[in-house]
Nanobody, 126 residues
């Protein structure tokens, strides 16, 4: 069983950056495909981005060109960096993982992920 713990959230000014961590335990991230999602109050969960087992990355339209997902196999951690933050980026960010190579064309498919973290709050002030 995979346990995921996010960290790195906080209060950030608009235009700033944040680097979120998703630390995995129970499985090596080398065999995991990992996604990032976010949810703001009153809104549906939104796909932010994902990284396949081999490191191929995919991004949602709302963060395209502002987001970078990376992996550190030694730390067993996947990172999400968001730049040029906007107040609309305010949300709880959660990572999710599945023991699979990739996403078969649907990195945003919530039900394909078997493990979820509790989330970390990112608040962007204007």
């Amino acid at each position: 069983q995979v346990t995921l713990v996010e960290s790195g959230g906080g209060l950030v000014q608009a235009g700033g950056s944040v680097r979120l961590s998703c630390a995995a335990s129970g499985r090596t991230i080398r065999v995991l495909a990992v996604g990032w999602f976010r949810q703001a109050p009153g809104k549906e969960r939104e796909f932010v981005g994902a990284s396949s087992r081999s490191g191929n990355t995919y991004y949602g339209d709302s963060v395209k060109d502002r987001g970078t997902i990376s992996r550190d196999n030694a730390e067993n951690t996947v990172y999400l960096e968001l730049n040029n933050l906007k107040p609309d980026d305010t949300a709880v960010y959660r990572c999710a993982a599945k023991d699979d190579y990739g996403f078969y064309g649907r990195p945003d498919y919530l039900r394909s992920y078997s493990s979820w973290g509790q989330g970390t709050q990112v608040t962007v002030s204007s």
